[in-house]
């Protein structure tokens, strides 16, 4: 295995995941806000990674902060 490669292989994949999921995120959002659905100032969040080739399933939770 080559330590660089992964690393680069992740880097890309978590850029993609970021730049994805931001946009989706703004645009839920935006909706939201537009139709009057949008209520309170934080909403929690939660993301769930799956890796088949390692049985590998995470979660990363947290809050979004609309102002």
Avoid: Y
């Amino acid at each position: 295995m080559n330590e660089d490669v992964l690393n680069m292989s992740v880097r890309k994949f978590l850029k993609k995941v970021g730049v994805t999921a931001q946009r989706e995120i703004e645009v839920a959002v935006r909706e939201a806000a537009a139709s009057g659905k949008l209520t309170g100032a934080a909403m929690p969040a939660k993301a769930t990674f799956t890796i088949a080739g390692l049985s590998l399933t995470f979660n990363v939770e947290g809050e979004l902060e609309t102002g």
